[in-house]
């Protein structure tokens, strides 16, 4: 399996020890805060939201992959960010089970709610797995070798490191 970090993190702002060492937003919770004397956006979030489910995509379709099961799922049972999800989505979301098998179709709206932090589970297949972690960290483990989306990815403005998924 070809395991890869894959963040909006430079690697070239870490120390020798993987520490982070640049004050960047982390989490859908930091909108509205002041970073490098500029107010993180909604609108700047979702630019980062959306290469992340890009980048899961490309990834699942490299592997010719149609679907995921959800492992280890947790759930808020509350929602902080009402106004970011319409009714639809936040009937998804209770309908949300561990072991579900969740169709390429239907991903995008359990990635977005991992990432902004109103579930946390393992999205698992025999040729793929998608880990997310804290402070925005995504592991990705891959059958297939990925260099044919790997600069796609890198283009929307995704860093990627080889790494092994702490969450194995």
């Keep these: 399996m070809n395991c890869l ?19 960047e937003w982390t989490s859908i919770g930091d909108v509205g805060k002041i970073f490098n004397d500029t107010m993180f956006t909604f609108e700047s979030y979702l630019v980062y939201e959306e290469a992340y489910i890009d980048a899961i995509l490309r990834i699942m379709r490299e592997n010719k992959l149609k ?3 959800i492992e280890a799922l947790e759930k808020k049972s509350y929602v902080n960010y009402n106004d970011f999800f319409d009714s639809e989505s936040q009937k998804y979301f209770s309908s949300l089970k561990n072991n579900m098998v969740i169709s390429i179709h ?13 579930i946390w589970c393992k999205l698992i297949s ?22 044919n989306v790997l ?5 929307n403005g995704l860093f990627i490191e080889p790494m092994v998924s702490p969450y194995m």
């Design 106 to 118: 239907d991903i995008t709206p359990i990635i977005r709610f991992t990432l902004r932090e109103l």
């Design 5 to 23: 970090r894959v963040t909006k993190y430079n690697p070239q702002n870490r120390d020798r020890n993987d520490i982070y060492l640049k004050k």
């Design 67 to 69: 679907s995921f099961k």
């Design 126 to 147: 025999h040729k793929m797995f998608v880990h997310f972690g804290y402070d925005y960290y995504m592991y990705i483990g891959s059958e297939k070798q990925l260099e």
């Design 151 to 155: 600069e796609d990815i890198k283009n």
